[in-house]
C-alpha cells in the first residue's frame, strides 16, 4: 500500500476510480508528476461531489 498523499496513492485512487489515463493527453498516469496527479484527483472528486 502506498502511502497517503503520494504518487502511488493518487494513482490507485484514479484507477479506482475508473481513471486510467489522463483525460486530455491519453498518457499513463504512472508518467506524470505528484502534483498534475494532486489536480487531477481533485477535479474528479469534484465531479462525483456535482452529480450526487
Known sequence: MAY???????VSRLKELGVNRHPQEQRKLELYKT?????????QLEKIKGNV
Open 35 to 43: 502534483y498534475i496527479l494532486r489536480n487531477l484527483y481533485q477535479e
Open 4 to 10: 497517503f498523499g503520494s504518487k502511488g496513492w493518487y
